[in-house]
């Protein structure tokens, strides 16, 4: 099912360069406006909320009381993995949103926050599911270039070490992509958990190496990102005290508000850019509105 209608407004149906793709991505951030902010804001930040509170009630301060030490590391343990599946789930349904959200605004549709809360909730069973179909596979693809990775080191322990590197981070930048692309495909086109996983990949196959590499331009921005969140936090830390924990929440939250948009803009965009590559897709589109079946 193409959900496609009045394509353009946002994200134009060009071949675009990198630089372009990276521009387009930031472009229709900005076109969607504060409802983006308002989509991010309102399920990330009571989830952040909760998770530090209940992290800080699990694990919380040191004790000597030998029953409460055996019980905390189990019980912060399991908080951990439960906060972290709800984490990713969320994380899901605000992209999902979002991509819906500029997918809207993209066509000329009246799409409020709500309406785009909505979809990101109704298609997250597809969006979820297609995770978890590529997570089956990409897990052990991670453990075979991690076997790798530590050949090379020993069979070449100086060359081995910088060939190590490209091999590790080759899975978990594939697995960025596939993430992030796959909730484009799922609400742009409405497929099911294994039809949007499949067609997510055959997108990625036309465009491999040219999309692994604006998801590695992505990693890079959001490393900076984070490591001026560490250093702001570190300067503050000192002056706060016993509330340093505080600016663990706040800049939880503020780099889950800046990353998660950051890459459902960016798969939107790309989505659009490898159909056109290599579907002729404004061709199509075009055809489809002189024709008057658009």
């Given at each position: ?21 990276l ?6 951030l ?13 399920i ?8 530090e ?31 972290t599946?709800?984490?990713l ?15 809207a605004?993209?066509?000329?549709l ?46 070449l322990?100086f060359?081995?070490l910088?060939l ?10 594939l697995?960025?992509?596939v ?38 331009v992505l ?7 984070i ?68």
């Open positions: 099912m193409d959900l496609v209608r009045v394509p353009g407004r946002l994200v134009p149906f060009t071949p675009r360069t990198l630089a372009d793709t521009d387009v991505t930031l472009t229709a900005r076109g969607g406006g504060g409802s983006v902010l308002v989509v991010v804001l309102a990330l930040l009571p989830e952040v909320l909760l998770r509170a209940l992290t800080l009630r699990f694990t919380g301060p040191f004790t000597t009381d030998p029953v409460t030490t055996l019980e905390a590391p189990a019980a912060g343990f399991a908080w951990l993995i439960l906060s599946l709800v984490g789930y969320l994380g899901l349904v605000i992209s999902a949103a979002i991509v819906a959200l500029l997918g605004r993209d066509r000329g009246p799409l409020g926050v709500l309406g785009a809360m909505k979809i990101g909730f109704a298609r997250s069973g597809a969006t979820l599911g297609a995770s978890v179909l590529a997570a089956i596979g990409i897990v052990p693809l991670a453990f075979v270039g991690l076997v790798i990775g530590m050949i090379l080191a020993f069979v322990p060359v081995g910088f190590m590197i490209p091999v590790i981070l080759f899975v978990p930048l697995g960025y992509l993430s992030f692309l796959l909730i484009a495909v799922a609400i742009e086109e409405g497929h099911g958990p294994w039809r949007t996983l499949v067609r997510t990949l055959s997108l990625i196959r036309r465009g491999f190496w040219r999309s692994l590499l604006v998801t590695l990693a890079v921005l959001l490393l900076a990102i490591a001026g969140l560490f250093f702001a936090g570190f300067l503050l830390s000192t002056a706060m005290g016993e509330l340093d924990w505080m600016l663990q929440v706040v800049g939880s939250g503020l780099f889950g508000a800046i990353s998660t948009p950051l890459y459902a803009s960016a798969g939107l965009v790309l989505h659009r850019d490898l159909r056109v590559k290599g579907e002729a897709y404004d061709l199509r589109l075009r055809a489809r509105v002189l024709a008057g079946t658009g």
